[in-house]
C-alpha cells in the first residue's frame, strides 16, 4: 500500500495528557498538510510543510499544538495538555508540488478522543 | 456568509436515481476539488476541477468558472455511493477552503 497512513487510528487519553501522531505521506510527495475535523463539519487546516520546512500555521494551531517533519518524509503533530475541545478526527494529506494545482491525498486519519 | 456553500446538506434518495450537489464559492480559486470521506472518515479524492467538466464512472463534475459554481453529478446510484460528498477550493495559497459536505443517503 502506497498511500497515506497514519498511526494510531484512534486514541482515547484523559484531559492534560499528551498524544503524538504520526503521518507518513506518499513516498514521493514534498508536502504535507494537517487538518482538523470535528463532527459534522468540514475538515480545517492546520498546518503545512513543504520538504522539512513548516510553511504556513493556522490560528487554529494553539502553542499547545506542535508539528515536525524532520526529513522531510514523515510527520509527528503532538498535543500538550489535551482539552476536550481536542477531540476531533486529525487528518494528514500529501502532495506534490508542481506548476499548476496538485491533487491532496489524504490519510485514514486518527480519531482522537480525550476523556 | 461561507465562502464555500455546499447544497443541499442532507439528500435521502433511492436507488437508480440521479443525484446532483452543487458548490458555490465567493473567491478567486485555482482549482476545485470534490471528495468522499466515508463513515469511517477517510477521505478519498473524486476530482480536482480547474475548467470544464470530468467523468468518472458513474460520476460526473462539472464547473463554471464565470458563476463560481460546480456540480457533483452521480448517475444510477447505489447504496455503496452513501458517504459525504466534499467540495473544497483551493485559492491562491496552500490551503484548500472546505464546504461543509453534503451527506448522502442510499437507500436499497
Known amino acids: 500500500d502506497t498511500g497515506v497512513s497514519q498511526d494510531p487510528r484512534h486514541k482515547i487519553t484523559k484531559r492534560g495528557q499528551n498524544v503524538t501522531f504520526r503521518c507518513d505521506p506518499i513516498?514521493?510527495?514534498?508536502?504535507l498538510y494537517w487538518y482538523r475535523q470535528t463532527l459534522g463539519q468540514g475538515p480545517e487546516f492546520l498546518t503545512y510543510?513543504?520538504?522539512?520546512?513548516?510553511?504556513?500555521k493556522s490560528r487554529l494551531l494553539s502553542d499547545r499544538f506542535s508539528a515536525e517533519r524532520p526529513k522531510g518524509s514523515f510527520s509527528t503533530l503532538e498535543i500538550q495538555r489535551t482539552e476536550q475541545g481536542d477531540s476531533a478526527m486529525y487528518l494528514c494529506a500529501s502532495s506534490k508540488k508542481r506548476v499548476g494545482p496538485e491533487t491532496q491525498y489524504f490519510g485514514p486519519g486518527t480519531r482522537l478522543l480525550v476523556l | 456568509k461561507n465562502e464555500v456553500e455546499q447544497s443541499p446538506q442532507n439528500l435521502t434518495a433511492q436507488e437508480g436515481e440521479f443525484i446532483t450537489i452543487n458548490c458555490s464559492y465567493s473567491?478567486?480559486?485555482?482549482?476545485l476539488h470534490w471528495l468522499q470521506q466515508h463513515p469511517g472518515g477517510g477521505i478519498v479524492s473524486l476530482f480536482m476541477l480547474s475548467s470544464g467538466k470530468k467523468k468518472h464512472g458513474r460520476l460526473i463534475a462539472t464547473i463554471n468558472i464565470q458563476e463560481k459554481h460546480s456540480s457533483l453529478h452521480i448517475t444510477a446510484s447505489h447504496p455503496r455511493d452513501s458517504a459525504v460528498y466534499i467540495c473544497?477550493?483551493?485559492?491562491?495559497?496552500?490551503?484548500?477552503?472546505w464546504g461543509a459536505g453534503t451527506k448522502l443517503i442510499i437507500k436499497p
Open positions: 473544497a477550493v483551493k485559492g491562491s495559497n496552500y490551503q484548500l477552503i
Open positions: 473567491v478567486g480559486i485555482s482549482a
Open positions: 510543510f513543504q520538504n522539512e520546512a513548516q510553511l504556513e
Open positions: 513516498s514521493e510527495h514534498n508536502r
